[in-house]
């Protein structure tokens, strides 16, 4: 249980994303040494005031609540992870879940739309999850208003589905929905990577979006605006190389205006369950993302071949680089970085510094609130130093 205490602290401390937790692991071989450096790299990267490492009440306060409710804790590159989820480079460290964790490692499609959705589209939605479903495929959704709503409720019907929530578990939202994420749980899952007791804000959103995203291998949008939280899971979606799906809708309707402007850049038009079915690829696509198939067509997952995630650690040492020569490297490493995303790669090409030593330097300025890793093995400096 100790170990379990380590992880789950290092994964709550403020300071520690998930990019940043994956390089602390590789360097340092488990939480507990992790922890225990953490105060002297924030000390390095300038961080003033003392690193917060998540205290053990806390800690032992959330796993008593989760058991009281049932529920379970998966971590990353741990029993019952997602395999297809591990493959973000900023995949979550630890989930939560209610209900059935097998089912998060089924073939699944994610389906996303408008909250204020129209009567048409939440009986599209509807049909759409509940034809995937019979089709043997999880049904994927954010448990919103409308078109999520929809989803899960025609899901139920024909199968599976999982609810990917923004706070914690014990904070359903929207709360009229707390009996329809009760009925989820019992007949799929509920996902979390939010601590308990967190009410969801606007800057959840976007997280739990990548991790809807990133349980499916492909995602179908129907009824969004141009400027939607539906349209940001695509593109999460497309990025990672999953399929992206989209219900044409009428030009006249503002809330089609982002489902068929998806279609336009070639996103595969869907009808019917079976258009997403006979387009579902068995693995994501993005080159190197995967290099064997995750799922046979229309069966139980395959062991998953992973191989690492190496782009997202090229170059990163097993241990700190020495102490005189990371003297100077912090200021270096600033002065290359902007509030742009760069390349590591690039960084490492135009610095007059070892790889050792600038990556190093990174991750003491990552921890220090004052540069963020980002997916794609970038960084980009923060305006201010954090508290």
């Not at 992790?34 to 205290?55: D, F, N, S, T, W």
């Not at 997602?82 to 630890?94: G, M, T």
């Not at 991790?211 to 129907?222: E, F, K, P, T, W």
Request: proline content about 8%; charged content about 20%.
């Amino acid at each position: 249980m100790s170990e379990v205490y380590d992880y789950l602290r290092l994964a709550r401390t403020d300071g520690v994303g998930p990019i940043t937790y994956r390089r602390l692991l590789y360097r340092y071989g488990s939480a507990a040494a992790a922890l225990e450096a953490l105060p002297y790299l924030a000390r390095a990267g300038g961080k003033q005031e003392p690193m917060k490492v998540a205290p053990l009440a806390q800690i032992k306060r959330e796993l008593d609540v989760l058991t009281r409710m049932q529920a379970s804790l998966v971590f990353l590159d741990g029993p019952g992870y997602p395999k297809l989820l591990s493959l973000l480079d900023d995949a979550p460290p630890v989930l939560a879940v209610l209900g059935d964790v097998a089912v998060l490692s089924q073939r699944a499609v994610a389906i996303v739309g408008s909250r204020n959705a129209s009567t048409n589209g939440q009986q599209m939605a509807e049909a759409l999850a509940q034809g995937l479903a019979e089709a043997k495929a999880v049904v994927v959704s954010g448990l919103a208003r409308g078109i999520d709503g929809a989803a899960h409720l025609g899901a139920m019907r024909g199968g599976r589905t999982v609810a990917c929530i923004a706070g914690g578990l014990d904070q359903p939202y929207p709360s009229e929905h707390a009996g329809l994420q009760a009925r989820i749980a019992d007949n799929g899952a509920v996902v979390a990577e939010a601590p308990i007791g967190t009410q969801p804000q606007a800057r959840h959103f976007p997280r739990r979006n990548r991790i809807i995203a990133g349980l499916s291998l492909g995602v179908v949008v129907v009824e969004a605006a141009l400027r939607s939280g539906s349209l940001i899971t695509a593109r999460m979606a497309r990025d990672t190389g999953r399929e992206v799906f989209a219900v044409p809708g009428s030009p006249l309707d503002p809330r089609c205006r982002g489902a068929n402007d998806l279609i336009r850049q070639g996103a595969t038009l869907v009808e019917h369950a079976a258009d997403v079915m006979e387009n579902l690829p068995d693995h994501p696509n993005r080159e190197g993302i995967a290099r064997s198939p995750l799922f046979a067509r229309g069966d139980a997952p395959e062991p998953a071949q992973r191989e690492g995630f190496p782009e997202l650690l090229s170059g990163w040492p097993d241990q700190p680089a020495p102490a005189a020569e990371a003297r100077g490297a912090h200021d270096a490493v600033l002065q290359l970085l902007s509030p742009s995303p760069t390349s590591v790669d690039v960084l490492l090409r135009r610095c007059q510094l070892s790889p050792a030593t600038v990556m190093s330097a990174l991750l003491d300025l990552e921890l220090a609130g004052r540069v963020e890793a980002l997916p794609g093995n970038r960084v980009a400096l923060l305006s201010e130093p954090g508290p």
